[in-house]
């Protein structure tokens, strides 16, 4: 077999068949991944301009290391596949791994959420993964996970569409299909009566896990170097050489070895640095906001044409693309086509802050350790408590009233307009549900003329944004991450990580809090924070 | 514009009628979806673009971001469900989640229609 070399700035040169270049990465549809930015960490980490090409490049090296150490390390009873099977399944493995992005939307997670945007139930992606597939099991399977409130994102079923369909010739049988759907989607078999399901679900694990996986190892180990983040060094083929599958109590579970125990726990550490520094700074979740308002804003803008094809859909994912009466077409759509459009085509006053960054608005506290030392002594556990929750319900209401989070004067009138609204339509509800509405509209507009009374004494404009952000807990699931197994082979010993770790004892308990953005006046000068939170504190409990 | 409804606010609406109507503090995920499927119906039906928004990233935001109400009971097998947490009362619920819905939001999740599924419907 021909091999070509790609670089890549982490692990060095990377061996890929010359069939892989010329038929998936050289394709339009893969090449469209040079396009689509990993992250949305740019205005923080001005070098963070990595994408999803070079993610899943190195998704494909770490998913062939850790296939080949399990296989490597394979009891003689795990050994159920005849050879040729078993290179199938690797190849089959290394294809979901190189493939695992190919449907991400424009601006990675901020786009996926308008691939459910239609007019069916279970949203139409799932209909079409199930018939592409074409397998009794895997549509049962799928279904049992949607029923059960277990489906996968958005961007893991379009990617198994848009590779299945583009790349059809790769995969000769409906197993290969669903093998190749269920790594990309977590899908596990659920029949593990059958031994070779129970292997086929630790190798699914190995790139789609809810504790550690491939995917999350190459992003993890990528967003700290890129962004130039000081986090901790992940000695990945440490971490790798470690997996096994162990057998515990009769059934087939990934785990690691003792001597990657290190390693996970810095695994762990890093992923909840990045979450608690990088993707909860104000700057970032502004950002986002920003994206996926405009975004919204451009989805309803060209859901105004007559065609049924939506402007995130399969079909624009494509070298064929859609056209739009109108709007021409769209194909390969990818980060640039959006801010295209935001550029030329479809702009409100979000789309122009989003390139304006002097335009945007101002968090008044800038990270959680602030929020906590302006509240905790000014209002109390109890009163931070409640403080919390009342602009948890505001954002809340904004975002179901107005799908956009941000207090003026114009939302004032509305609530006054909404009272009414509801007054008149009382016979419509039941007297408790009515008593419950105007409690509410009640509260909402008591917070939000304590904001006007704050912007008009301290002289800055009515123009608030209300974005909530988690206080850090983390982002590795208790259930999930007590369940990893740790092989100890001198003291033939199989403990869970929970037995042998502290790591999951730092768990917090407490949920989220929430950033207030404020717009500077024509003077351009900060605001007084002390003031707003002495005013923010005394008058929203008045 | 497309309408995203967030599994808390499914949960919520479904065990504020749960609770009132049969004591019931506990919705299986089946049943949530069951719930949800009509619930966007009644909003569609009423020119409203609306998907509800439940996965497992939807699951474990619910319970990282209102671990103060619910919790995912595993007991029954193949049937997790959402519990409401036993220091939690009907009223919390309503104060939390109903008061700051739209009205046609929560016509929708009141509908006789909609309560069907949950098997409440009188």
Known sequence: ?542 | MCRFIGIEDLVANALIELMEKNNCRRVSFETLVKYGTVVIRCLRKNGREAVFLLSKEHTNELIRNYSDFFEIDYSEPNSDAIVLKSEKTVDDLRNHFRAFLTLDCLIAFTDKKSLVELGVAV
Not at chain 1, 150 to 178: G, Q, W, Y
Not at chain 1, 299 to 306: A, G, N, R, V
Not at chain 1, 349 to 378: G, T
């Open chain 1, 1 to 542: 077999m021909n091999f070509k070399l790609l670089k890549d700035p982490i692990y060095g040169y990377v061996e890929i068949s010359s069939d892989l270049i010329s038929d998936i990465i050289d394709s339009a549809c893969f090449q469209r991944l040079r396009n689509i930015r990993q992250t949305s960490y740019a205005p923080l980490y001005p070098a963070s301009f990595h994408n999803r090409f070079l993610h899943s490049v190195g998704v494909f090296f770490l998913g062939r290391k850790a296939f080949r150490s399990v296989e490597s390390t394979l009891e003689k009873e795990d050994q159920i596949f005849d050879n040729l099977q078993w290179e199938n399944i690797k190849r089959v493995f290394e294809l979901s791994c190189l493939l695992h992005d190919v449907g991400h939307a424009p601006f990675s997670h901020t786009g996926e959420l308008f691939f459910l945007a239609d007019s069916s139930t279970p949203p139409s992606i799932y209909t079409k993964l199930m018939s592409l597939v074409e397998n009794d099991a895997f549509t049962s399977d799928v279904e049992f996970y949607y029923n059960n409130g277990k489906s996968a994102a958005p961007h893991e079923v379009m990617s198994c569409i848009v590779a299945l369909s583009t790349f059809k010739d790769h995969f000769s049988n409906s197993f290969e299909r669903e093998f190749f759907s269920r790594c990309i989607t977590g899908f596990k078999y659920l029949n593990i009566s059958d031994e070779k399901n129970n292997i086929l679900n630790c190798l699914i694990e190995l790139l789609n896990s809810p504790i550690i996986d491939v995917d999350r190892l190459d992003y993890i180990i990528r967003d700290a170097q890129t962004t130039g983040f000081q986090s901790v060094s992940i000695d990945y083929e440490r971490l790798l050489d470690g997996i096994r599958i162990i057998n515990k109590d009769g059934v087939k579970c990934l785990g690691y070895h003792k001597s990657a125990l290190s390693v996970i726990e810095n695994v762990i550490y890093a992923h909840d640095a990045e979450r608690k520094w990088i993707q909860n700074h104000p700057t970032i979740l502004y950002e986002h906001f920003l994206l996926q308002h405009s975004m919204r804003s451009i989805d309803k803008y060209f859901s105004l044409s007559e065609e049924s094809t939506r402007l995130f859909s399969y079909e624009t994912l494509t070298l064929d693309g859609a056209t739009f009466k109108d709007k021409g077409k769209i194909c390969l759509l990818a980060d640039e086509d959006i801010l295209f459009i935001m550029k030329n085509i479809y702009s409100d006053e979000l789309v122009k802050e989003y390139f304006a960054r002097n335009c945007r608005r101002h968090p008044i506290w800038k990270s959680e350790a602030e929020y906590r030392a302006l509240f905790d002594n000014e209002l109390g556990k109890n009163k931070l408590d409640e403080f919390e929750i009342a602009f948890k319900e505001i954002e809340k209401y904004l975002i179901d009233h107005f799908s956009i989070p941000v207090i003026n004067d114009q939302v004032l009138q509305f609530i006054q307009d909404e009272e009414k609204n509801i007054v008149e339509k009382k016979n419509l509800i039941s007297n408790k549900d009515y008593n419950n509405l105007i409690s509410g509209i009640e509260k909402i507009k008591k917070w939000v003329a304590c904001l006007k009374g704050i912007s008009d004494e301290n002289g800055f404009p009515f123009d608030f944004a209300i974005i909530s952000a988690n206080k850090f807990k983390s982002g590795f699931m208790k259930k999930d991450l007590e369940k990893m197994l740790i092989y100890f082979p001198n003291l033939d010993l199989k403990p869970y990580i929970k037995e042998v770790s502290t790591i999951l004892s730092s768990e917090k308990t407490r949920d989220s809090f929430f950033y207030l953005f404020y717009r500077k006046g024509n003077n351009n000068k900060d605001i007084n924070i002390n003031n707003v939170t002495k005013a923010l504190s005394a008058e929203l409990f008045k």
